[in-house]
């Protein structure tokens, strides 16, 4: 167990400093300006020291003031270009963090264990915490510096009041140690429930026209919210840990100088110190507990940690095996050799012959969508194969099966700028192209009628959920795929025009494998053969008149609404 824990913080640790090392050239000036303000700063007691003994004296003050002035300036200018590059910093190694991690959850396709509103968390919230980790790290390391900087030189100046001040750090290393300890458990939990928050209320905003027309708003909204009470309670874990060391190291301070204070006065009283001299040991010991000062980065800290955690295991997850087979020319026949997905599909043995229609029907949750993702290669099957042309569907070159498999869905998301890009989405197809799909998929007399027919903006593009499916239908034609799988792409439309749009891909891509995810009977009626799901099982697998006398057959679509 605890080689599990240090093994898990140590890749926390490597992954930090990861990105750290992402923008060097910046870094290493933040870590300069960093210094300037640290000698500066570690100057300043010791020049107005000078400057008012000067004055006390009666001696010429003018150099010691000047000095005095140079080395604020040199600090305060330090300060503005160290603030400016943190800024710059923190978003470049965010936007680091947001490509990596972007680019790993889509090359993890559906394959992907993370809901879709713990992603949006990660990428939003944890990239932020994790990014700005390079500024927290130096802010406590010129904090550090200038701690140890501000005791030696207040040895410099009287060994004693040194030794004064050193009774002070066993209670503010125990202070720090508590703080990250108790915090880091609150952070964690609280990012691991911020998480689970965003997925339910992104699950609910996907639904909102379904949570209306139901009249659940209160329940949904209660649904959404349930994970509240225990953020809640990891946010007020954290807050009253720093509010404990807050007070504790606020108490700390006055006590650390008014003892310092003391030990200063009995030497200016035995004439060891000047009055200059105490003004620089206040200083000093201000400086010295600047580390304790620096609450709201240990906590930062800490909760970039657990953000890095969260990052690591998205990018730890192991991608699917690319293929670097070359697909050979074939009629698209489709075999599953004892196929199946964890939990969902078991021990599927099928074959569609090329060229022909399958459709699939089940009840609601039989595995319909999940066999369909199996039989276009969307998703790997955990156990058994999955043949394309005879080629392992996994062997195959990713390019090469996109260029092959053509997919629609009930719901499609459109994606472009304009209308055509929709359409030639991931196959850059030309104009012409997009015209004859969409044509196919009996779209083009709803696009010529926008104001900019193709070239309309998307986003000014109302579409009905039909005219949606159909855009969808046009961006799977497009591609001129060997094999078309349309999971309840035509759900939509009218037992009328999906006959109509039938007959257009017959015509447009003729001689094309098709399986179809349906409800209908007169979907199921019109394919060569159907393919009868029953939870997770093949059932039956026969043309639609031959199972039309199983009264459980009728049942499937009379309890889905089938028409």
């Known amino acids: 167990m605890r080689n599990t824990v240090l093994t898990r913080v140590n890749t926390h640790d490597r992954f930090l400093l990861g990105i750290v090392r992402h923008d060097r050239f910046r870094v290493v000036l933040m870590i300069v300006a960093a210094v300037v303000a640290t000698i500066a700063g570690l100057l300043l007691p010791g020049a107005l020291a000078d400057a008012v003994d000067a004055a006390i004296a009666g001696r010429p003050s003018l150099p010691p003031v000047l000095w005095l002035l140079t080395l604020g300036c040199a600090e305060i200018a330090a300060d503005v270009v160290g603030g400016i590059l943190t800024a710059r ?50 802010q406590l390391g010129s904090a550090l510096v200038v701690s140890t900087g501000a005791v030696i030189l207040l040895a410099l100046l009287d060994w004693r009041l040194a030794l004064v001040f050193l009774g002070s750090v066993p209670v503010a290393l125990w202070l720090a140690r508590s703080h990250l300890r108790l915090t880091a458990d609150d952070v964690s939990a609280y990012q691991r429930v911020s998480g689970e928050l965003s997925a339910r209320l992104l699950d609910a905003v996907g639904g909102l026209r379904t949570i209306a027309a139901a009249g659940i708003a209160d329940r949904e909204a209660d649904r959404v919210l349930r994970p509240l009470p225990r953020l809640s309670a990891a946010g007020a874990g954290m807050w009253r840990t720093q509010a404990r060391m807050v007070w ?44 304790v000062g620096q609450v709201p980065l240990l906590t930062s800290l800490s909760r970039a940690r657990s ?47 090329g060229g022909s229609t399958v459709a699939i029907v089940g009840r609601s949750g039989s595995g319909k969508s999940a066999l369909a993702g199996l039989l276009g290669g969307l998703r790997p099957a955990d156990d058994g194969e999955v043949l394309l042309d005879g080629v392992p569907m996994r062997r195959v070159r990713a390019e090469e099966l996109r260029a092959a498999v053509g997919y629609a869905f009930e719901r499609p998301t459109l994606l472009g700028t304009t209308v055509a890009d929709a359409v030639a989405y991931g196959s850059w197809a030309g104009l012409v192209a997009v015209e004859r799909a969409c044509r196919a998929a009996h779209v083009h007399d709803l696009v010529v009628r926008l104001p900019e027919g193709y070239r309309n903006p998307l986003d000014r593009t109302p579409l009905s959920g039909g005219e949606a499916q159909r855009v969808g239908l046009a961006r799977a034609l497009v591609r001129g795929p060997r094999l078309l799988v349309l999971d309840d792409a035509t759900a939509s ?30 979907t199921a009626c019109r394919a060569d053969r159907v393919v009868w799901l029953d939870a997770g099982r093949i059932r039956a697998t026969a043309p639609h008149d031959v199972l039309w006398a199983d009264a459980a057959y009728r049942a499937v679509f009379t309890e889905d609404g089938g028409r």
């Open 89 to 138: 910093v923190t978003a470049s190694g965010t936007a680091w963090l947001r490509r990596r991690l972007s680019r790993h959850l889509a090359a993890l396709g559906t394959s992907s264990r993370f809901a879709d509103g713990d992603a949006v968390s990660r990428l939003t919230t944890d990239c932020t915490g994790a990014g700005g980790v390079a500024s927290i790290l130096v």
């Open 248 to 291: 504790k190291a606020g108490l700390l301070l006055p006590a650390v100088e008014l003892a310092v204070l003391a030990a200063a006065g009995f030497g200016v009283l035995a004439g060891r110190l000047s009055v200059g001299d105490m003004l620089a040991a206040l200083g000093y010991v201000a400086l010295g507990m600047s580390l």
């Open 307 to 353: 953000c890095a955690g969260r990052l690591a295991e998205v990018l730890e997850t192991p991608l699917p095996a690319e293929g670097t087979f070359r697909l050979p020319a074939g009629p698209g026949r489709i075999e599953l050799r004892g196929a199946g997905t964890d939990g969902i599909l078991h021990d599927v043995d099928l074959t569609v012959e």
């Open 493 to 522: 439309l009218d037992t009328v025009t999906e006959a109509r749009v039938e007959s257009a891909i017959e015509q447009a891509l003729p001689g094309r494998t098709r399986v179809v995810v349906t409800h209908r009977v007169s």
